[in-house]
């Protein structure tokens, strides 16, 4: 396919004051940025994997309500903290100079923490009635520990807020190392305030927050060091109208996926429909989902979204493009081959949770059928998120988000049409469907304003989709003839020989095809 001529300046000028772009600064090689976003990633969700093994040993009845409680500042913090900054700020800030950077930093994050401030103590009061917008009428969770467990975790909403500001800062600049392992220390706090504590409801609660407040401190003394640490003020800033004119429909993007997360949490918590201990087993999958799909496609899309934004400001097209080329190979190449082995081992993966033999029936299954079922979303989901950030990096907000919200609503409307009749396996059939009609939409729109290199993309997927199938069906054959899972033990030992088996026959297909990433990947492993 013939890719047609871009034009020649696509998006408007941004608004407000021109401000003269700083001189580039020396940077390092994406590959590098990318690894080490990667490491972090790797880290924060293997001890999140840890973090959620402990959690696993408490009460089902205590770990649905602690599930229901933190759902609610995890709801809030996307629109206001960790979305807002790296689709809002970030474009934004690339466009100022050094002192102007640093004075909208200062009112940006004045405005942010005045905010989260007033959200903070509204949640606090209005807990009861949360709590009973999250579930459903018949719920299968405790609706008086989830409220008591929401008013201790809402503090966590100001503690991610501000780190997400530091990182926001951190990632505008392309230093990623400690706002990359910030994740893991709040792991690292959780879990031994886990360990110590007693195993109640407040210190499970306690044990968040704790988290939160390592999350945020760690990244203190890089903001010192870079010069980037602001002061907070509640003041004006010219370009600061321009961060809010693209957060607010950035806001509504979020707000319709949290409609969605609003509904399947009131569907797991229907007990007519679904057992106590499938909230944990839905969070459970979470982890592994947001492991797989956090390591391979968040990360490296995240080291790429200054680049994106500075080619944007530079209106570099041709860079910009091959850049979109670059993010899609990657991140897909990665994506495939786990999607397959997810599909086919999700029993396995779902295992590490269960730490002692007489592990909960409901938790397991629950986990292990929505798992599976969102297995099938890590690609189209992929394209998806490399292209979001392609329209935000060009401040073409708008169109992001009717996509986006036109997604989430249809997800909605799947969910309810196919959950009913496939139960967990249509939580992730509807992702996935969602997912591929959301990229198709994406395509179109980056194709009529700067040319979609279709042909390079779609010779790239026709070639690693059919070997990441060929190593999803080697793992589950060589899955057939080892011990049920359900443990820790046997699910270790499924992951480790079959994962292995699939994960060698998607290396030894990409060799066969000559795929430029298999190459990066052997010379990293030899170094």
Excluded: C
Aim: glycine content about 8%; hydrophobic content about 55%; proline content about 7%.
């Amino acid at each position: 396919m013939t890719v047609p001529p871009a034009a020649p300046d696509p998006s408007p000028p941004p608004q407000g004051p021109a401000s003269p772009a700083p001189a580039p600064a020396p940077r390092r090689s994406l590959r590098v940025n990318t690894l080490i976003v990667m490491a972090g990633t790797l880290g924060s969700r293997l001890s999140g994997i840890v973090r959620q093994q402990i959690i696993n040993l408490f009460d089902a009845t205590l770990t649905d309500a602690f599930t229901v409680a933190v759902r609610v500042p995890n709801l809030l913090r996307e629109l206001l903290a960790e979305g807002a900054l790296v689709n809002s700020f970030i474009p934004v800030y690339k466009t100022l100079d050094v002192a102007d950077r640093k004075k909208l930093a200062q009112a940006f994050s004045g405005v942010l923490i005045a905010v989260n401030l007033l959200l903070m103590a509204l949640g606090i009061f209005a807990a009861p009635w949360i709590v009973d917008l999250l579930t459903a009428a018949n719920s299968n969770v405790d609706p008086a520990l989830a409220t008591y467990m929401t008013r201790l975790v809402m503090p966590f909403l100001m503690l991610i807020s501000l780190s997400a500001v530091a990182m926001g800062l951190l990632n505008a600049d392309e230093h990623f190392k400690e706002s990359s392992f910030a994740p893991v220390a709040f792991n690292i706090a959780s879990i031994v305030a886990l360990l110590l504590l007693p195993d109640t409801a407040t210190w499970l609660a306690f044990g968040w927050l704790i988290g939160g407040v390592a999350q945020l401190v760690v990244q203190l003394p890089a903001l010192s060091r870079f010069g980037v640490l602001p002061t907070p003020a509640l003041r004006g800033h010219p370009a600061l109208g321009r961060v809010l004119r693209q957060m607010a429909p950035f806001t509504l993007t979020a707000g319709a996926r949290q409609v969605l997360n609003v509904y399947v949490t009131r569907l797991l918590t229907n007990s007519s429909q679904f057992p106590v201990g499938t909230q944990t087993g839905y969070a459970n999958a979470e982890a592994l989902f947001t492991m797989a799909n956090g390591l391979f496609v968040v990360s490296p899309v995240l080291a790429l979204f200054p680049r994106f934004s500075q080619h944007a400001a530079d209106r570099d097209w041709a860079a910009f493009r091959a850049l979109t080329v670059q993010g899609l190979r990657t991140t897909t190449f990665f994506a495939a081959p786990m999607s397959a082995l997810l599909l086919a081992l999700a029993p396995y993966a779902v295992s590490l949770f269960n730490l002692g033999r007489n592990f909960e029936v409901a938790k397991f299954q629950a986990g292990s059928g929505i798992l599976t079922g969102w297995a099938l979303a890590l690609v189209p989901w992929a394209v998806v998120t490399v292209l979001l950030r392609t329209f935000y990096a060009r401040e073409r907000t708008r169109e992001a988000v009717v996509v986006s919200a036109a997604g989430f609503v249809l997800e909605v409307g799947l969910y309810n049409l196919l959950v009913p009749r496939l139960g967990f396996l249509g939580f992730g059939l509807s992702t996935a469907i969602s997912g591929v009609l959301m990229a198709g939409a994406l395509v179109f729109m980056y194709r009529r304003a700067l040319g979609f290199p279709s042909r390079e993309v779609a010779g790239h997927l026709l070639r690693v989709v059919p070997v990441a199938a060929a190593a999803g069906l080697a793992a589950w054959l060589v899955s057939l003839v080892m011990p049920e899972p359900g443990f820790i033990v046997p699910g270790v030992v499924g992951l480790a020989l079959a994962g292995g088996v699939g994960l060698a026959v998607y290396l030894a297909g990409a060799l066969a095809l000559r795929l430029p990433e298999v190459a990066g990947v052997l010379r990293r492993l030899g170094q």
